[in-house]
């Protein structure tokens, strides 16, 4: 029987469906990510893992490569995997697409609105007990309808973002590697800018791209520079998109308004200025975290690893120049 190693939180019912055709070694995340080298220990001689967050480099598929057929990812995106090492040794990678864009969409409005309408201080205002007179003066926000949104990286999520920020009135203005068609902008209500332009002229830009090479860092002080002194920054892609230290000076000497992280450059572990600033909105990477979408993801993400392993089926695949 093949061993699967799990590092994910998984229901009994995907366990129960696993077991049927796998021996199961398991792992939850919801208290601790295993750094590589407990990675490395624990999932040795697997044939199959089901991943979540976790760090799969390179020096272990080479380490398990006589055993290593195919690695599932609980998520959309990647990088947190060794792509490239995983295809060179026959190491088929699996994704779950598509199944938390309304969820991180969702979120990110949620975000904006918390961090714009001052929504969390306030709570916290009225739960302590602070609130004794008229509350007039109080937590004056921002507006959004009639300001500019931009989304860097309108893919799946991004559009669903576009989507419901129509509703709320705002312009929305976007920056991919390669421009979407007319129609597919038109269908959208979405206009393209350049980065530069992007960054030096929208109120709220919100950051949908994957991380690569070229993204990782993006976000740094001289950014920060030729943004707008009113903006605000919201971080639903990945958190080494932004270089956290750079961040923190630019809401202390106000060069940009305020931002609502959901990711971080070195999470759990987050740049502790960010933890006192009153202009800051922050969640524990939680965009899909919904029963619809996260039930569906553990799901896919189960189905797709069986699917290989058991009939040779490449639904989901991520790199598709496996040989």
Same mark, same amino acid.
Request: aromatic letters at 8%.
């Given at each position: 029987?093949?061993?699967?190693?799990?590092?994910?939180?998984?229901?009994?019912?995907?366990?129960?469906?696993?077991?049927?055709?796998?021996?199961?070694?398991? /792992?939850?995340?919801?208290?601790?990510? *295993?750094?590589?080298?407990?990675?490395?220990?624990?999932?040795?001689?697997?044939?199959?893992?089901?991943?979540?967050?976790?760090?799969?480099?390179?020096?272990?598929? *080479?380490?398990?490569?006589?055993?290593?057929?195919?690695?599932?990812?609980?998520?959309?995106?990647?990088?947190?995997? %060794?792509?490239?090492? +995983?295809?060179?040794?026959?190491?088929?990678?699996?994704?779950?697409?598509?199944?938390?864009?309304?969820?991180?969409?969702?979120?990110?409005?949620?975000?904006?609105?918390?961090?714009?309408?001052?929504?969390?201080?306030?709570?916290?205002?009225?739960?302590?007990?602070?609130?004794?007179?008229?509350?007039?003066?109080?937590?004056?926000?921002?507006?959004?309808?009639?300001?500019?949104?931009?989304?860097?990286?309108?893919?799946?999520?991004?559009?669903?973002?576009?989507?419901?920020?129509?509703?709320?009135?705002?312009?929305?203005?976007?920056?991919?590697?390669?421009?979407?068609?007319?129609?597919?902008?038109?269908?959208?209500?979405?206009?393209?800018?350049?980065? #530069?332009?992007?960054?030096?002229?929208?109120?709220?830009?919100?950051?949908?791209?994957?991380?690569?090479?070229?993204?990782? /860092?993006?976000?740094?002080?001289?950014?920060?520079?030729?943004?707008?002194?009113?903006?605000?920054?919201?971080?639903?892609?990945?958190?080494?998109?932004?270089?956290?230290?750079?961040?923190?000076?630019?809401?202390?000497?106000?060069?940009?308004?305020? +931002? +609502? *992280?959901? =990711?971080?450059?070195?999470?759990?572990?987050?740049?502790?200025?960010?933890?006192?600033?009153?202009?800051?909105?922050?969640?524990? /990477?939680?965009?899909?975290?919904?029963? =619809?979408?996260?039930?569906?993801?553990?799901?896919?993400?189960?189905?797709?690893?069986? %699917?290989?392993?058991?009939?040779? #089926?490449?639904?989901? *695949?991520?790199?598709?120049?496996?040989?």
């Amino acid at each position: 029987m093949q061993k699967i190693f799990i590092h994910c939180r998984l229901r009994e019912e995907e366990l129960k469906e696993l077991r049927k055709n796998f021996l199961l070694r398991t /792992h939850s995340s919801k208290n601790i990510i *295993l750094n590589e080298n407990d990675f490395f220990k624990k999932a040795a001689g697997s044939h199959g893992v089901i991943s979540q967050g976790n760090i799969i480099n390179k020096n272990f598929i *080479l380490a398990n490569k006589n055993s290593l057929r195919a690695i599932s990812n609980v998520g959309v995106g990647y990088d947190n995997i %060794d792509i490239d090492a +995983a295809t060179r040794n026959g190491v088929a990678v699996f994704n779950t697409p598509n199944l938390m864009n309304n969820a991180v969409a969702d979120l990110t409005m949620g975000l904006i609105i918390s961090l714009v309408r001052k929504i969390c201080v306030g709570n916290e205002f009225v739960k302590s007990g602070k609130w004794k007179g008229n509350s007039w003066s109080l937590f004056w926000g921002e507006n959004l309808c009639s300001e500019s949104l931009g989304v860097i990286g309108l893919g799946n999520i991004g559009k669903e973002v576009a989507k419901r920020a129509v509703s709320f009135g705002l312009k929305v203005f976007y920056n991919n590697r390669k421009r979407l068609s007319e129609n597919i902008e038109k269908q959208y209500k979405v206009s393209y800018l350049h980065f #530069e332009e992007l960054i030096a002229n929208c109120k709220f830009i919100v950051l949908l791209l994957p991380l690569t090479k070229k993204s990782k /860092h993006l976000f740094t002080k001289r950014i920060f520079q030729k943004m707008r002194d009113d903006s605000f920054l919201i971080n639903v892609a990945r958190g080494k998109i932004i270089k956290e230290v750079d961040l923190v000076d630019a809401l202390v000497k106000k060069k940009i308004a305020g +931002a +609502a *992280l959901d =990711v971080f450059e070195n999470e759990p572990n987050i740049e502790r200025k960010l933890l006192s600033l009153k202009n800051v909105v922050l969640m524990p /990477h939680a965009g899909s975290a919904t029963d =619809v979408a996260r039930l569906a993801m553990m799901k896919l993400a189960c189905s797709n690893l069986t %699917d290989y392993l058991i009939k040779g #089926e490449l639904n989901n *695949l991520v790199n598709k120049d496996l040989r």
